[in-house]
């Protein structure tokens, strides 16, 4: 029986190296707030760098997309790292477009689950929209497979379950995310999946407040 557990102890503690590529942990946390922790991916680099927006400082470009761009950034007054989703500056004009970035903020904000992204503030600065959630340390699981190749299948079944569990919890509160992709599937500091980017989502019972989807309008990424 001793022998049993020791080697599923060491199974585990294999499985999650293996997804995340760090030591193993006593319990998982929603933030971690040492700015000594190890971020697992890796900043991007633009020809004007954006020092600060609002309170929150930006430390460095996480990554860009077709909604904005994604920072590191620094909450003096909680004194904790967060991810900073700043939208272009010259689609802040755009309706539309800001409609769209509201739709992400209220489809999280609904939400209160291990496996989506914990919003924490939204806001505007000289017409410049953002919105702050929790950092994911660990990157997204599309890096994480370019990095280190085929994942090991306890790992992606893991990963699977985790993620069908945050999508199941926006079902119940009536929202489809209608953009699952590996982008999408950050990981924390020890391995959990955080589901990202509500950017496409829409309230099947609620679309007069999130829906934008126009009749006949197809949203998604193409592959």
């Known amino acids: 029986m001793s022998s049993d557990r020791t080697k599923s102890d060491h199974e585990q503690h294999t499985l999650k190296n293996n997804v995340v590529g760090g030591e193993d942990t006593s ?4 933030d971690q707030t040492s700015s000594g922790d190890s971020l697992n991916f890796d900043f991007e680099t633009q020809e004007e760098q ?9 430390r460095g470009l996480i990554g860009k997309g077709g909604m904005g761009a ?3 950034a620094f909450d003096p007054l909680l004194e904790r790292e967060v991810a900073l989703k700043v939208l272009p500056q010259e689609v802040s004009e755009d309706e539309a477009v800001i409609t769209r970035f509201l739709v992400e903020a209220r489809a ?19 017409g410049r929209f953002f919105i702050v959630t929790e950092l994911a ?12 190749g085929r994942m090991p299948l306890e790992a992606a079944c893991r990963i699977t379950i985790e ?12 929202i ?17 999946v955080k589901l990202v980017d509500f950017g496409l989502a829409k309230a ?10 126009a009749r006949g309008q197809i949203l998604g990424t193409p592959t």
Do not use: W
Request: a neutral charge; charged letters at 20%.
């Open 27 to 30: 319990q998982r946390t929603q």
């Open 137 to 148: 340390r660990g990157g997204d699981v599309a890096s994480l497979i370019r990095k280190q």
């Open 176 to 192: 489809v995310h209608r953009d699952v992709k590996p982008e999408n599937l950050m990981l924390s500091g020890d391995g959990m």
């Open 70 to 72: 994604v920072y590191l």
């Open 204 to 213: 099947i019972d609620r679309s007069r407040q999130l829906g934008i989807t």
């Open 163 to 174: 993620a069908a569990g945050g999508l199941q919890a926006a079902h119940n509160a009536g």
């Open 50 to 58: 954006l020092q600060q927006i609002g309170k929150f400082e930006c």
């Open 108 to 126: 999280i904000g609904q939400l209160s689950h291990p496996n989506v992204i914990a919003i924490h503030d939204i806001g505007e600065q000289d």
